[in-house]
C-alpha cells in the first residue's frame, strides 16, 4: 500500500508546500497525515497553522476512523453534546457545510491510507513472502 512505501512522506512535504495560511483546511490535511505517521524531511509542521484546538483533531480523526458520536465519547470520556459541539465547531473552522458527508469527502483518503505505521502499533508487522 502507498502509505507503508514511503510516500506519506512526500505527501506531507506536498500539502506542506501548498498550504494556504488563508485555508483552515490545508493546515487540518497536514495535521492529520501527521497524526497518522507522516513525518516531513524538510517541512515543518509547526509551521502550519492550527485551525482546530489537539481536541478537535482527535474528535475529527476518530470521525473519519468511522466511530459514532456515542462511540467517541465513551472512549474519552465526554458527553455526546461535547462531542457534536467539537464537531461543530471543526466544521465551522474548515469550512465544511455538509458534517461528516464533507468530512468524508474532504479527508477520506486519509483514512483509507491503512493503519498508523508499525512504530504506533504494538505489534510487529508480518514479513512479506516473496
Not at 484546538?53 to 456515542?70: H, K, T, W, Y
Not at 472512549?75 to 465544511?96: K, V
Request: overall charge negative.
Amino acid at each position: 500500500m502507498w502509505w507503508d512505501a514511503d510516500a506519506p512522506t512526500y505527501a506531507i512535504e506536498a500539502a506542506l508546500a501548498a498550504a494556504n495560511p488563508d485555508k483552515p483546511i490545508d493546515g487540518v490535511r497536514v495535521l492529520l497525515m501527521a497524526s497518522r505517521g507522516a513525518t516531513p524531511v524538510v517541512g515543518d509542521v509547526s509551521q502550519v497553522g492550527r485551525p482546530l484546538s489537539d481536541r478537535q483533531l482527535e474528535i475529527v480523526s476518530r470521525a473519519l476512523a468511522g466511530e459514532s458520536s456515542d462511540q467517541i465519547a465513551s472512549n474519552l470520556f465526554l458527553s455526546r453534546r461535547t462531542i457534536e459541539n467539537h464537531l461543530h465547531r471543526a466544521y465551522q473552522a474548515m469550512g465544511i457545510k455538509s458534517g461528516r458527508t464533507g468530512l468524508a469527502d474532504e479527508f477520506g483518503w486519509i483514512q483509507e491510507a491503512g493503519p498508523r505505521r508499525a512504530a504506533e502499533s504494538h505489534e510487529p508487522r508480518p514479513a512479506q513472502v516473496e
